[in-house]
């Protein structure tokens, strides 16, 4: 099989290929290829230890991807499992999980060959054949439970048709084609069967820590439960600690997933309780039911949190996370999101997350520390934006008040915002540079939220800088969308996990409202239309009676770029260190 892809991610010429001598050279091979390959290769399926991270990317899990990742080849390998080959399939990458400006693998038969390209589609979804060929297939395998097809793809390419492989997500995109097609150009992608799946592939290359010999596992599961058939379904299930458990240390935790349900649960979080209530009542069912208690909304602090296509997360060898014993809760929520396109009926679940624990303490207790904007109105987003950006300081000021003169080490970290969120990034910054991104995510949703082990810990020391932005589009809106709690509502977090835990729980900021009301003022002054900028009218109701012109979006953003800050440096007993009033860094 020629191969014309480039190596690594390095600048590279591009070959000058015309695009008729490589269709006739590659597809002529490729069919010749793929039929003698598939005829000879019958048998068993490739070892699963060669392809460690899995997902099944339709909800009926007739496609199953697997794939590795080489940081020396700075390529992954994907191997598809298709259990039910028709005509053939697409897959691919996109910013956003769209069919149009996509970079794809397709293979598609016409009834006798089959071919195997790299295509990409223009902005009306037309697919055209690559001139530059950068997806290398590698083998095609049938076995009892369908077809493998492996092939590789290089992170960066010359190719400007291309979609860069970066850290964090990465929107995947596929469709099944039911009948023959003569050629490429004669797939229309508006009429086939497709989906997309979102996974973080760049999935880092940590040692695995040696696990204790007294090793203990817990399992938090929702027993039994029928999954609504709804699209989308959040579910809420109390679980309790043993009276009288003891402090212990998580170190690692994985999923549990009812065999056949693994398209449907999409992701899972443990929640601890606050330990200022001695009980909390017992619950199984939907999480926005009115027949949840209130109570379970004081279940916030996370203990663990998983990802459809997420391995299983190890802590540091030297550090652990504290549950049990004095000042703890023994109270847990379960929250797991089914995602159920096809609107399944009757199907039984009883998945969640296994607790691995020791009762030998390692040598730090971990810590979770929230990062970014402070969950108020003051920070806005006005309406019909593409990328605006709010930024959230956690100042010197407040690291060298709060940190050990050792410092702390981030190994893990966790990105939220609400729905119109598009990417975020957390840097750190010493001595007034930038010198380490700590978490980034270029193509972040808020439909897929996990802890993410980091490729390397960060150290935080004393008067470092931890900054967060993050980037929102609201062109599908029609008012401000203000900061706070309600899923219509914004937030700009980071939830970093580190060692060894310190009193500092919270290190955000947001601007000064001084300066918000100066906003207002001057929005009356140079415009007709009136901003009641009354006391007894809510900065939300000032917000969404602003007029959305160009000098008001303008300002806006000067604002938030400029002003002195109003910092929230807190204890986790919710006192703040005595920080308050900052220039922006």
């Given at each position: 099989l020629p191969s014309m892809q480039t190596s690594g991610s390095k600048p590279c010429p591009c070959p000058s290929f015309k695009l008729r001598e490589v269709a006739s050279m590659y597809f002529t091979?490729?069919?010749?290829?793929?039929?003698?390959?598939?005829?000879?290769?019958?048998?068993?399926?490739?070892?699963?230890?060669?392809?460690?991270?899995?997902?099944?990317?339709?909800p009926q899990g007739l496609l199953e991807l697997s794939w590795?990742?080489?940081?020396?080849?700075?390529?992954v390998h994907f191997q598809l499992l298709i259990r039910d080959l028709q005509f053939g399939l697409l897959f691919g990458m996109?910013?956003?999980?769209?069919?149009?400006?996509?970079?794809?693998?397709?293979?598609?038969?016409?009834?006798?060959?089959?071919?195997?390209?790299?295509?990409?589609?223009?902005?009306?979804?037309?697919?055209?054949?690559?001139?530059?060929?950068?997806y290398q297939l590698l083998g095609a395998q049938r076995a009892p439970e369908g077809l493998y097809l492996l092939f590789r793809r290089a992170f960066s390419t010359c190719d400007p048709k291309d979609y860069l492989i970066e850290d964090g997500t990465v929107h995947l995109i596929y469709g099944i084609l039911e009948k023959p097609v003569h050629s490429l150009q004669a797939i229309n992608i508006s009429a086939i069967h497709r989906g997309l799946q979102r996974v973080q592939l760049l999935k880092p290359n940590i040692t695995i820590p040696e696990l204790p010999s007294d090793m203990k596992t817990m399992e938090i599961v929702a027993p039994d439960v029928v999954i609504p058939s709804q699209e989308t379904t959040y579910w809420c299930y109390m679980a309790e600690l043993p009276d009288g458990f003891p402090k212990h240390h998580i170190i690692m935790y994985e999923p549990v997933i009812t065999a056949g349900n693994e398209a449907l649960v999409h992701h899972m979080e443990v929640f601890q309780c606050?330990?200022?209530?001695?009980?909390?009542?017992?619950?199984?069912?939907?999480?926005?039911?009115?027949?949840?208690?209130?109570?379970?909304?004081y279940c916030r602090h996370v203990l663990a949190a998983w990802a459809m296509g997420a391995q299983a997360f190890y802590y540091p060898e030297e550090a652990g996370l504290a549950f049990g014993g004095p000042g703890s809760s023994r109270y847990l929520r379960l929250e797991i999101h089914y995602h159920n396109?096809?609107?399944?009926?009757?199907?039984?679940?009883?998945?969640?997350?296994?607790?691995?624990?020791?009762?030998?303490?390692?040598?730090?207790?971990?810590?979770?520390?929230?990062?970014?904007?402070?969950?108020?109105?003051?920070?806005?987003?006005?309406?019909?934006?593409?990328?605006?950006?709010?930024?959230?300081?956690?100042?010197?000021k407040c690291t060298q008040l709060a940190l050990p003169a050792a410092g702390i080490r981030i190994f893990a970290s966790q990105l939220h915002t609400h729905l119109a969120g598009r990417k975020v990034v957390t840097v750190l910054s010493r001595d007034g540079r930038e010198r380490q991104v700590v978490n980034a995510d270029g193509h972040y949703s808020p439909h897929f939220q996990e802890i993410r082990m980091l490729k390397e810990v960060v150290a935080v020391l004393p008067?470092?800088?931890?900054?967060?932005?993050?980037?929102?589009?609201?062109?599908?809106?029609?008012?401000?969308?203000?900061?706070?709690?309600?899923?219509?509502?914004?937030?700009?977090?980071?939830?970093?996990?580190?060692?060894?835990?310190?009193?500092?729980?919270?290190?955000?900021?947001?601007v000064d409202p001084g300066y918000l009301h100066r906003y207002f003022n001057l929005v009356n002054r140079f415009n007709d239309e009136e901003v009641c900028t009354c006391p007894q009218v809510s900065i939300p109701q000032q917000f969404f009676s602003v007029p959305?012109?160009?000098?008001n979006r303008d300002v806006l953003k000067s604002l938030y770029g400029f002003a002195p800050i109003s910092m929230h440096c807190n204890k986790s007993s919710a006192v703040r260190f005595p920080v308050r009033i900052a220039s922006q860094p």
């Open positions: 091979m490729i069919a010749v290829f793929l039929v003698i390959l598939v005829v000879a290769l019958q048998g068993s399926a490739p070892r699963r230890s060669d392809f460690p991270y899995k997902v099944p990317l339709d590795n990742v080489s940081y020396p080849e700075q390529a996109s910013d956003r999980g769209e069919f149009e400006n996509a970079d794809l693998a397709v293979l598609w038969s016409d009834g006798h060959n089959s071919y195997f390209g790299d295509a990409w589609s223009d902005a009306k979804g037309q697919l055209h054949m690559d001139s530059q060929q950068d606050a330990a200022e209530f001695d009980s909390f009542p017992h619950y199984n069912g939907p999480c926005d039911s009115k027949m949840k208690p209130d109570r379970l909304n396109p096809l609107v399944f009926k009757g199907r039984h679940d009883s998945s969640g997350i296994r607790l691995y624990y020791t009762a030998t303490l390692r040598r730090y207790d971990a810590g979770i520390m929230e990062l970014g904007l402070v969950y108020t109105p003051v920070m806005a987003i006005p309406p019909g934006e593409d990328a605006f950006i709010l930024t959230g300081y956690c100042t010197d008067g470092d800088e931890l900054i967060t932005t993050c980037t929102y589009n609201t062109e599908d809106r029609s008012r401000a969308t203000v900061g706070g709690f309600g899923i219509l509502e914004e937030m700009c977090v980071n939830y970093v996990h580190y060692y060894p835990q310190t009193q500092l729980e919270l290190c955000k900021s947001a959305w012109n160009t000098f």
